[in-house]
């Protein structure tokens, strides 16, 4: 199981995604709009369980409005959180 949470909410020009895992583990994480848009897209590499951060620089800044940050895992599983990215 893996917790995920996104912050600061809303964003502005950057945020950090914490991993809270169980175990080691690979993550693809895809950024897309609410028109489905990919802003942003990473395959995450955590050689280690426990917590784990990757910070996301959204450069050009991305348009205000909601976002889907969603996680694949190895095993085919998925999740996904949702944010606010403001002006």
């Known amino acids: 199981f893996t917790i995920v ?3 600061p909410v809303p964003v502005k020009d950057s945020f950090s995604a914490d991993f809270d ?3 080691p ?3 693809t994480m895809t950024v897309v ?3 489905g848009h990919s802003y942003y897209q990473k ?3 955590f050689p280690m369980a426990g917590r784990n951060k990757d910070v996301v620089r959204m450069d050009p800044q ?3 409005g909601l976002y889907h940050a969603i996680f694949q ?3 085919g599983s998925s999740s996904s959180i949702n944010f606010t990215v403001a002006d």
């Open 33 to 35: 709009d609410n028109m």
């Open 43 to 45: 395959g995450l590499h």
């Open 21 to 23: 895992l169980l175990v």
């Open 73 to 75: 895992y190895a095993d």
């Open 5 to 7: 949470n996104i912050y």
């Open 25 to 27: 583990m690979d993550i």
């Open 62 to 64: 991305w348009p205000a």
